[in-house]
């Protein structure tokens, strides 16, 4: 089994800026992508960002410019370094991972608890 830990939300002024981490842990797995969502108050959950194992990358649209994903595979972290935030981006950020034990080729999602991310105006 896998387990993500997050780290890195807290608060922040809009304009300011913060870096999430998420690392991936557990025995023989090996990961296809990680990614980043969140869910603010009464909204539905949203993708923020996600990499692939390969390096590519892929960004919601309102991120774009001003969230950077990045992975150090080695280690099975995820960052996601946030700039220019604003108050709208106040949400619960939750990383998620793509994974499969290394005996099985079936993939499957696991989550982290997320981590709240609050933007002052």
């Known amino acids: 089994q896998v387990q993500l830990a997050e780290s890195g939300g807290g608060l922040v002024q809009a304009g300011g800026s913060l870096r999430l981490s998420c690392a991936a842990s557990g025995s023989r797995f090996s990961i296809r992508g990680m990614g980043w969502y969140r869910q603010a108050p009464g909204k539905q959950r949203e993708l923020v960002a996600r990499?692939?194992?390969?390096?590519?990358?892929n960004y919601a649209d309102s991120m774009k410019g001003r969230f950077t994903i990045s992975t150090v595979n080695a280690n099975n972290t995820v960052y996601l370094q946030m700039n220019s935030l604003k108050p709208e981006d106040t949400a619960v950020y939750y990383c998620?991972?793509?994974?499969?034990?290394?005996?099985?080729?079936?993939?499957?999602?696991?989550w982290g608890q997320g981590t709240l991310v609050t933007v002052s105006s």
């Open positions: 990499v692939l194992s390969g390096g590519s990358t």
């Open positions: 998620n991972a793509r994974w499969r034990p290394l005996d099985n080729y079936m993939y499957r999602e696991v």
